[in-house]
T-cell receptor, first 113, second 114 residues
């Protein structure tokens, strides 16, 4: 069983549409991170959410951490082809503080011009 | 400032062989973590090194081993390669331990085991 479940697994949308991807767990996380990975590259950190109920915005991207700190969502407004990539959520379930990350399987997003 | 670099970029090995992958961390970063990313999956934590000492290990067998050198670069060694070891191997470096310190990932080494 995957500790972090991401949905949908694949998403193909037209430029200008809005979308939301989800990251869910039955475990409580002290924080969750979202990364974007493009082909042939390593993941790049987009945001870290720490407080339950927290909302963070990064231009057209809005990240939310669930009140119970078990889930998170990423909403993209007016998607652009440059948003295409694999979106990964990650966290450290141990709470030990070393931040040895557990990742979800990711949502592969394609934005069609 | 140079980012995280990994070598080689691609590698093809035969089952049963041994392989060494290398990672040069970002300047000043004393922590390196290694991850395995199989096709269609998210990265899986292998182990972490902090100031040349192993600081934690994921669910990987002992034939996966590593080193961190005084300049904080790192190696991942895999013995007795199996077909399932085919994956993208990522290293990530950070200034220290904990969520305060962002992990910067390298581009990865694509290992194919035939």
């Amino acid at each position: 069983t995957q500790l972090l479940e991401q949905s949908p697994q694949f998403l193909s949308i037209q430029e200008g549409e809005n979308l939301t991807v989800y990251c869910n767990s039955s475990s409580v996380f002290s924080s969750l991170q979202w990364y974007r990975q493009e082909p042939g590259e390593g993941p790049v950190l987009l945001v870290t959410v720490v407080t339950g109920g927290e909302v963070k915005k990064l231009k057209r991207l809005t990240f939310q951490f669930g009140d119970a700190r078990k889930d998170s969502s990423l909403h993209i407004t007016a998607a652009q082809p440059g948003d295409t990539g694999l979106y990964l959520c990650a966290g450290d379930p141990s709470g030990a503080g070393s931040y040895q990350l557990t990742f979800g399987k990711g949502t592969k997003l394609s934005v069609i011009p | 400032e140079t980012g995280v670099t990994q070598s080689p970029t691609h590698l093809i090995k035969t089952r049963g062989q041994q392989v060494t992958l290398r990672c040069s961390s970002q300047s000043g970063h004393n922590t390196v973590s290694w991850y395995q990313q199989a096709l269609g999956q998210g990265p899986q934590f292998i182990f972490q090194y902090y100031r040349e000492e192993e600081n934690g290990r994921g669910n990987f067998p002992p034939r996966f081993s590593g080193l961190q050198f005084p300049n904080y670069s790192s190696e991942l060694n895999v013995n007795a390669l199996e077909l399932d070891d085919s994956a993208l191997y990522l290293c990530a470096s950070s200034l220290g331990l904990g969520q305060t310190y962002e992990q910067y990932f390298g581009p990865g080494t694509r290992l194919t085991v035939t």
